[in-house]
């Protein structure tokens, strides 16, 4: 039987599980109070955003970091290829992009979407980021992750990026978002991390490129960007879609209109997601600037420096984030959600908080169990 999670943002003083300390978080969500619904969370005064069937979604302006709306949007789910945002914005920063690399047997063989890598062809790093970004090559997460060095060293490097963003929902356990027990993230992460990658050029323009050419063993061949508002919305600046069985479809994209850009995320939709994305990007764009926001997309956290969240507990949510905006209660799975609570049946949530001798019954994320070899895509 399964016990209600408190949220993933709520500080943890001393957790007792098999020896184990547990990381101190922040004593309210990210970003803002009222990011800790898990119903609707909008803005006063106009109209509501258009319905989505996706259970989680932000609707940020990127900007300013301003929450414009929000549903569940600290809830925990599974990524899937979304994931690669966060591959991406962590190793562009420790690869040099003329590094030329051969890519592995085992990198070639990964399971589920793939650019089609060869070990008979040297690449570029560039390339590389392209066949992720573009064509969300799960055989070129591989590759990239054992140019930093290998898989564990890239799960460190990615989970430390995370922490210092501030995306404390996301826990990486590939480089390519293939569902693994304990992976998970948010619709408000996945803001956070498209944020940041907007920042740096190289980025950008991976997730802004429409075609490619790509290096085969005879010449090159052609790759398309599986971001289908490049094509269909205006100022489309692009970021990243994803899907796999069991975390359904999950998507994060930035458009720019008349100077400002709007970052929309959703997580845990059932399926054709496009038109509902352009209308909410559609709705970021007509209220921006003209309400009160309903929470903040944070700053990473400086340089040798603990978060300001962290450093005033239960300090002042963003402003706006309560007061001005209007909730609506609704019943949602709990954080890590019914797609990564049904990943596996070794996987369990156990924590124990012990306070002045009363014993408060958490829960944290363990997995038990050993590598299978996986059967399902990541797109």
């Known amino acids: 039987m399964w016990t209600k999670l408190v949220p993933v943002t709520a500080l943890i003083a001393s957790v007792a599980l098999t020896g184990a300390t547990a990381h101190a978080e922040p004593t309210t969500p990210v970003g803002g109070k009222a990011l800790g619904s898990r119903g609707l969370v909008a803005p006063e005064g106009v109209k509501k955003p258009p319905k989505s069937k996706a259970t989680s979604y932000v609707i940020a302006d990127a900007d300013t970091g301003q929450v414009l709306a929000a549903k569940d949007a600290h ?8 994931l690669k945002t966060l591959t991406a914005l962590t190793l562009i920063q420790k690869l040099d992009k003329e590094r030329k690399v051969r890519p592995s047997q085992n990198a070639c063989n990964q399971e ?6 060869t070990p008979k062809v ?11 970004m573009m064509s969300s090559g799960n055989d070129a997460a591989m590759a990239l992750a054992e140019t930093n060095g290998g898989v564990p060293k890239t799960m460190s490097d990615m989970n430390a990026e995370a922490k210092r963003l501030q995306a404390y929902d996301t826990v990486a356990k590939t480089p390519s978002g293939l569902d693994e027990p304990g992976q998970s993230s948010s619709a408000y992460d996945l803001a956070l991390i498209a944020r940041a990658g907007l920042a740096n050029p190289d980025f950008k323009r991976y997730i802004s490129t429409k075609t490619a050419k790509f290096p085969a063993p005879k010449g090159h061949y052609e790759i398309s960007n599986h971001n289908k ?5 205006e100022g489309m600046v692009g970021v990243k879609n994803g899907w796999t069985s069991k975390a359904q479809a999950s998507f994060v994209g930035a458009a720019t209109r008349g100077g400002h850009t709007i970052v929309v995320s959703i997580m845990r939709h059932e399926g054709f997601f496009w038109d509902e994305v352009a209308s909410l990007l559609d709705w970021g764009f007509s209220v921006r600037g003209k309400v009160t926001p ?35 209660p609704a019943a949602q799975p709990p954080l890590l959600g019914a797609a990564a609570a049904k990943q596996t049946d070794d996987t369990r949530m156990v924590g124990s908080l012990v306070i002045g001798g009363g014993l408060l019954f958490g829960l944290l994320w363990l997995g038990f169990g050993i590598r299978r070899r996986r059967r399902r895509s990541s797109t």
Not at 112 to 117: C, E, K, W
Not at 122 to 132: G, N, S
Not at 298 to 303: S, T
């Open 122 to 132: 040297t690449y570029k790093v560039d390339d590389l980021f392209k066949a992720l």
């Open 112 to 117: 589920g979407s793939a650019v089609g890598l």
């Open 229 to 233: 508002l490049l094509w269909r919305y």
């Open 75 to 82: 809830g925990r789910y599974l990524p899937a290829s979304t």
């Open 294 to 328: 309903v929470g903040q997309l944070v700053d990473p956290v400086p340089a040798g420096g603990l978060a300001a969240s962290q450093q005033r507990p239960g300090g002042s949510p963003a402003p706006g984030a309560s007061g001005a905006a209007s909730v609506t």
